[in-house]
């Protein structure tokens, strides 16, 4: 078990790497040249940057038992695929359970974008998204016996 971050875009890593470190797991943070991260602990690897370039990493080095954190739910989706575990950098996690949903709500959501209508902004993050993701990622490292 690894733990896969999408980071162009994750506020959390810090609560990532706590779980990981307590846990004695890797984790690899990918992110596009446009963003600069550093880690005492991670393992931090840059992409090119263009469309989807850091999700589409993301989503072909997954494997079998990682856990990926990603807010995008078409990374998410397909990592289920591969019997990964996603979770969101809010601490949802997806599942196969949910994603069809979150991908459907996606779809309209970009249909009425399209057609000039407007839809709502992500809420700002907040003291209980952290403590999701903390508890949620334990959670998840936890099943890596099952």
Known sequence: MRIVVDAD???????IEKAAKEN????IMYSDINHVI???YSIIKVVDSGFQ???MKVANEAQKG???????????????????????PKG??????????LL???HISAKVRRGGGKTSSP????KDDNERLYKNLLKLIMKRGE
């Open 9 to 15: 875009a994750c506020p959390g890593r810090e609560l």
């Open 24 to 27: 004695n797991i890797e984790v």
């Open 38 to 40: 550093r880690s005492d």
């Open 53 to 55: 370039s850091v999700d």
């Open 66 to 88: 990682d856990i990926i954190v990603t807010q995008d739910f078409g990374v998410a989706a397909m990592v289920l695929g591969k019997k990964a575990y996603a979770i969101s």
């Open 92 to 101: 949802y996690i997806y599942s196969d359970d949910n994603i069809d949903r």
């Open 104 to 106: 459907f709500e996606r």
């Open 123 to 126: 809420k700002k993050r907040t």
